[in-house]
């Protein structure tokens, strides 16, 4: 999990309610992903940054996500309003120079 | 639909056995990646394969590629119980050269 911190870990809301989760890159990196990961879909890509430029968000499911990286050190995705069907584990990565990701360690959302 | 597919979905061996994963993808690929994620945690890059590569080694793993037929393999050679984890396949398609596409993994349990 070295390089990218997730906060929350764990969070836990009702439906209806806004849900933000945090990744803070700390190391170096070209690009930043979100992705979700659920039981019945596996990992999905959510969407990506180049220089912390959107550059593809086709797998955002719908207009209730939103993602935002003001700076290089810092990003933000935003469900709002959360249903029970956003419950899944939510990852950061980041892709330094060359083909690898480091993942941060998740947030598990439960959405009630 | 999911790019790459792994074979089995799950696999349990003794430790020291050699324990054997499978993937399958659809399209015209850059490179295959490897990944682990042990319960609860993100994902841990392993291993990476170009397209122009057959063979790969990297301690107690090995990984073939075959593009004819779109498939790898990842081979962990004399298992041990801290290798228990799911292991995803990950390719990275040729038109869209930042994105990786996950399979579904093969969680893999090593008894002792």
């Known amino acids: 999990d070295a390089g990218v911190i997730q906060s929350p870990r764990h969070e836990v809301t009702e439906m209806g309610q806004e849900v933000t989760l945090r990744c803070k890159p700390i190391?170096?990196?070209?690009?930043l992903f979100w992705y979700r990961q659920t039981m019945m879909r596996g990992l999905e890509l959510l969407i990506y940054?180049?220089?912390?430029?959107?550059?593809?968000d086709s797998g955002m499911p719908e207009d209730r996500f939103s993602a935002k990286m003001p700076n290089a050190s810092f990003s933000t995705l935003k469900i709002q309003p959360s249903e029970p069907r956003d419950s899944a584990v939510y990852f950061c990565?980041?892709?330094?120079?060359?083909?690898?990701?480091?993942f941060g360690p998740g947030t598990r959302l439960t959405v009630l | 639909s999911q790019q790459g597919e792994e074979d089995p979905q799950a696999l349990s061996i003794q430790e020291g056995e050699n324990a054997t994963m499978n993937c399958s993808y659809k399209?015209?690929?850059?490179?295959l990646q490897w990944y682990r994620q042990n319960s609860g945690r993100g994902l841990v890059h392993l291993i990476l394969?170009?397209?122009?590569?057959r063979e790969k080694h990297s301690g107690r793993l090995r990984v073939t590629l075959d593009t004819s037929k779109k498939s790898s393999s990842l081979l962990i050679t004399a298992s041990r119980a801290a290798d228990t984890a799911s292991y995803f396949c990950?390719?990275?398609?040729?038109?869209?050269?930042?994105?990786?596409?996950f399979g579904q993994g093969t969680r893999l349990t090593i008894n002792p």
């Open positions: 990950a390719t990275v398609v040729i038109q869209g050269a930042q994105k990786l596409v």
């Open positions: 399209t015209s690929i850059n490179n």
């Open positions: 190391s170096g990196h070209d690009y």
């Open positions: 990565a980041i892709r330094p120079p060359g083909d690898e990701q480091f």
């Open positions: 940054f180049n220089n912390n430029v959107p550059i593809d």
């Open positions: 394969i170009r397209s122009n590569e």
